[in-house]
């Protein structure tokens, strides 16, 4: 079955860096695109990033782009986020997500879901 | 950029149908998919392309999009429906999630 597994989140100080990881199994990693979906504590989900199933396109949400960055690497099955320039804001649950596509696109969809890792900034 | 707007929440009895708006600009153009979450746990996909149910969610999920408006459907809505849901569309190569709507079974 498909399972997707995060980890890396804590408390860090504004400023600081941080970097998630998401260990796939049960499909194909190298065929789905993966995407990194937030959500600050008692707020709704906003979505981050999203990188093709080949790693050779990424997007970012407005409110990350330049300070995070997503990452794979088919060989090990693991998607990462890397953060820098932490702000209070990033404060969230982090989830990793499959896309049923590999090249993502309008037919896009979210079909499986981690369980989240919390990231905490606060000095 | 694009916005999804949902009601903040919506109360349905136990037995009755209970529906869920999702507004966007020409959203009947691009296709929606929606999740619920329930407290402490991930969200799980519902529906997906406008109106396809995922092996697993029962056949009481329902879901249209026309114009500039999608709804999420539930029938015969039962205790174990109260979440929060949440509509998704795709837009200039990002991912858009709605607010969210809390579904409260009363």
């Known amino acids: 079955q498909v399972q997707l597994v995060e980890s890396g989140g804590g408390v860090v100080q504004p400023g600081r860096s941080l970097r998630l990881s998401c260990v796939a199994s049960?499909?194909?990693?190298?065929?789905?695109?993966m995407h990194w979906v937030r959500q600050a504590p008692g707020k709704g989900l906003e979505w981050v990033a999203v990188?093709?199933?080949?790693?050779?396109?990424?997007f970012y949400a407005d409110s990350v782009m330049g300070r995070f960055t997503i990452s794979r690497d088919n060989s090990k099955n693991t998607l990462f986020l890397h953060m820098n320039s932490l702000r209070a804001e990033d404060t969230a649950v982090y989830y990793c997500?499959?896309?049923?596509?590999?090249?993502?696109?309008?037919?896009?969809?979210?079909?499986?879901w981690g369980q989240g890792t919390l990231v905490t900034v606060s000095s | 950029s694009y916005e999804l707007t949902q009601p903040p929440s919506v109360s349905v009895s136990p037995g009755q149908t209970a529906s869920i708006t999702c507004s966007g600009d020409?959203?009947?153009?691009?296709?929606v998919s929606w999740y619920l979450q329930k407290p402490g746990q991930s969200p799980v996909l519902v529906i997906y392309?406008?109106?396809k149910r995922p092996s697993g969610i029962p056949e009481r999920f329902s879901g249209s999009n026309s114009g500039n408006t999608a709804t999420l459907t539930i029938s015969g809505t039962q205790a174990m429906d109260e979440a929060d849901y949440y509509c998704?569309?795709?837009?200039?190569?990002?991912?858009?999630f709605g607010g969210g709507t809390k579904l409260t079974v009363l």
């Open positions: 997500a499959r896309d049923v596509l590999g090249v993502v696109g309008p037919n896009q969809l979210l079909d499986y």
């Open positions: 049960g499909f194909t990693f190298s065929s789905h695109g």
């Open positions: 990188v093709w199933s080949d790693g050779g396109n990424k």
């Open positions: 020409e959203l009947g153009d691009k296709y």
């Open positions: 392309r406008d109106t």
């Open positions: 998704q569309a795709w837009d200039s190569s990002t991912v858009v």
